[in-house]
């Protein structure tokens, strides 16, 4: 691979490479773009085949982060990073601390947070040597558990899809179908039974179904298999990516699709034209689900819930925005949202180069 062809291929600014002996460290963080603000993504610690692997996934990674920052009206910018080894057997205080070290040596422009691999406590281990990290336990006055939020943006993105769909967002007589009730899907059950609608569910984890079949009555259990077909107006996938795909995507008997998975569309041009041919509005998943960016993001100012759940409300309108933008240029909702996060970027990168040299800096907060 040509690493700067690579890097200019999808605009990368910066990539680093970052390795201790001692530890046995070897990390890649990758800073994708920072107009908007420093550079926030978590990081993945990932037994890659090859080394190759481990970057293409970072680049990937890190791009999706400006998209998913911009489009949620952050003043941040995307980042990610890869930790290549066994999460189950490499992890200690050392490795983290001497990553942590990395990290500072950026000088802020990128600031981690835990991911795929990685835990709040790992990430309290980076705090040690590195004042750029969040998504750190309630305890140490960081965001802790940010499925609340993610879950109430997600609701935001239902109801706005409604809204575009119907005309009425109240989710009253609505029905909505919940592809697994783990962290996320348990609040959103909440939101929804709350709002007055009928749910039905799946998981393949029988403690989760319990947990919700015992606190909220009336709720629907259905086989795994059969959440695809359940005859709804929204089907809510909140376990895993790709789960509309061409096997799925004939069984969904929905009107809209918007849940908090990341990667919904196993085909994101593909999938998102598919479902547009069969008259199913698909809610894109970074948008509705960044409730969990804005609640890490909020640590950056001093962690406010009710501000984070605040801007999390902000889903609704920039939902409504991206529908809006698929319908009058007749492009995807897929589309429409990274045209609206790029439309952000370009735009005060305008400001900046209009004030480039007159002393007024960026401040780079959340
Ligand atoms: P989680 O692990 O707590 O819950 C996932 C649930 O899905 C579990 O109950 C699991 O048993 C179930 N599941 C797995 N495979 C299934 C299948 N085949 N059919 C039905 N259920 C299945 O995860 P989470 O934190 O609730 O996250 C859910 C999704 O939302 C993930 O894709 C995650 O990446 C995404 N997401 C989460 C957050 C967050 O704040 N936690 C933020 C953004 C995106």
Request: hydrophobic share 40%.
């Amino acid at each position: 691979m040509g690493i700067f062809d690579e890097l200019s291929r999808k605009d990368h600014e910066q990539v680093v490479f970052c390795r201790d002996e001692v530890t046995g460290l070897k990390a890649i963080i990758a800073i994708h773009d920072t107009t908007l603000g420093p550079a926030l993504g978590g990081t993945r610690m990932w037994s890659y085949a090859n080394e190759e692997d481990a970057l293409r996934d970072v680049l990937r990674l890190s791009r999706g982060m400006t998209y998913k920052s911009a489009a949620a009206g952050l003043n941040l910018g995307g980042g990610k990073a890869v930790i290549i080894g066994d999460a189950k057997t490499m992890k200690n205080e050392m490795l983290f601390r001497a990553y942590g070290r990395f990290i500072q040596g950026l000088n802020g422009r990128y600031i981690t947070a835990e991911d795929v691999g990685t835990t709040v406590r790992d990430m309290e281990w980076v705090r040690m040597e590195t004042d750029s990290v969040v998504g750190i336990s309630r305890a140490l006055g960081g965001s802790g558990d940010p499925s609340p939020v993610t879950a109430f943006g997600t609701y935001e993105g239902i109801k706005a899809s409604l809204k575009w769909h119907t005309g009425n967002e109240s989710l009253a007589g609505r029905t909505v179908a919940i592809q697994g009730v783990g962290a996320v899907g348990y609040h959103l059950v909440s939101h929804v039974v709350k709002a007055g609608a009928k749910v039905v569910i799946a998981d393949i984890d029988h403690d989760n179904l319990k947990r919700v079949t015992d606190e909220f009555s009336g709720i629907e259990v259905v086989s795994p298999d059969r959440i695809y077909g359940v005859a709804c107006d929204v089907f809510a996938p909140c376990a895993m990516g790709a789960v509309v795909n061409d096997e799925t995507l004939p069984m969904l008997k929905c009107a809209i699709v918007c849940g908090s998975a990341n990667n919904i569309l196993a085909d994101e041009d593909k999938h998102a034209v598919a479902l547009e041919a069969r008259g199913i509005i698909y809610a894109p998943d970074y948008v509705v689900n960044a409730g969990g960016l804005i609640n890490v993001a909020n640590e950056l100012e001093g962690y406010n819930q009710d501000r984070a759940m605040k801007h999390a409300e902000g889903i609704y309108d920039v939902t409504t925005q991206i529908f809006r933008i698929s319908r009058d240029e007749k492009i995807t909702t897929v589309k429409a949202a990274n045209a609206l996060a790029e439309r952000r970027i370009a735009a005060l990168g305008r400001i900046k180069d209009t004030f480039c040299g007159s002393g007024i800096r960026r401040r780079g907060r959340a």
